[in-house]
């Protein structure tokens, strides 16, 4: 995403935070922030907000000072270690009942469907919304079938209802 926001007619650079929510984009000299900010937002979703005057000085601040503000082509390692820590998360609540080998199953298959939806993401194929609704739409099945290789249908449907409802908020 950040390399299609470099593209951005009036962009410099853009960054990202550590967490991976607030963006830094630095605008060229000759480009009006405010056209510069509405074409980023095309790129970054409905849900994108653009931060008050005192939150975005605390940034500049604070890129200023050295704090990490990663560029798109470091990202990418961020994504690999937060599909990590979020396989891991969701394995041990959506796996719970299962016994530690197939838990271990799960959060394997998950980190790998995380890190490709990020990849992709990363790549600029689409928003994290339209992301997370493809992945309900187009991963829930493949992984319902992956489910199957090691688990029960019953036990298969009950930790996709599970990452359904931890990652999507519904049933």
Not at 39 to 44: D, E, Q, S, V, W
Not at 65 to 76: C, D, I, K, Q, V
């Amino acid at each position: 995403m950040l390399a299609q926001l470099d593209k951005v007619d009036g962009v410099h650079e853009a960054r990202v935070d550590w967490t991976g929510k607030t963006l830094l984009i630095r605008v060229k000299d000759s480009a009006d922030p405010d056209v510069v900010a509405a074409h980023a937002t095309r790129h970054l979703g409905r849900n994108a907000t653009r931060l008050s005057e005192r939150r975005a000085a605390e940034c500049v601040d604070g890129f200023r000072r050295g704090e990490p503000w990663l560029r798109a082509g470091e990202t990418l390692q961020l994504s690999k270690h937060e599909s990590k820590v979020l396989g891991k998360s969701l394995a041990a609540k959506a796996g719970g009942s299962l016994d530690e080998k197939s838990r271990a199953r799960l959060q394997e298959i998950l980190e790998g469907e995380l890190f490709a939806l990020f990849s992709r993401i990363h790549a600029g194929e689409f928003t994290l919304e339209e992301g997370l609704e493809r992945a309900a739409r187009e991963s829930g099945p493949r992984l319902h079938q992956r489910l199957l290789e090691f688990l029960s249908p019953d036990q298969a449907t009950a930790v996709m209802e599970s990452l359904r409802s931890q990652l999507f908020g519904r049933d």
